[in-house]
């Protein structure tokens, strides 16, 4: 198997999302930032575009957290840039997860314009952490009924009662056929 080699001036674009902690400060989270974009220019990348998407839910929990703040990333670099901004981000407490996708295999470096206010760092402005014992504002405000759970013993109960009902029905129809 050969290895595929870009091009000089050329270059692969990747994308990386990662969660950081829901409970992290503003400075932890400035400082993970600070940390990925040095290696990626360390390691002859550019970065092209970063986004904070804020506070949101986790599909499933991650150690015991059901939130997370999600961080999007998209910068040109060679392999060695992706193993080294993930080695990195496996080394922050504040990260719990993170994925990186390649997105085009031959970009050309030079040829990418790249806005200053689309690769700055957002200082992490994030509200309180909530209780998630409420999950929507409906059930907060008291507008929809708290799912309730039946009991064992009331499912035990109706099963019971069809099986008194076919019997009685078994009965009657018994009877009828005697007359």
Partial sequence: MSRQVTAPGRAREYETIYILRPDIDADGAERIGTRIAEVV???AGRLTKVETWGRRRLAY???KHRRGVYVYLKYLGGGKVVSEVERNLRLFDGVLKYQTVLVRNDVEAEGVTIAEEDV?????ELAPLEDDRDDSRERQLGLVEPERRPERASEAAPAGDAEEGEEAEAESSG?????
């Avoid at 700055?120 to 992490?124: A, I, P, T, V, Y």
């Avoid at 009877?175 to 007359?179: H, L, Q, R």
């Fill in 175 to 179: 009877d009828e056929e005697e007359s």
């Fill in 120 to 124: 700055k760092f957002e200082r992490l």
């Fill in 61 to 63: 929990d991650i150690s």
């Fill in 41 to 43: 220019g360390r390691e």
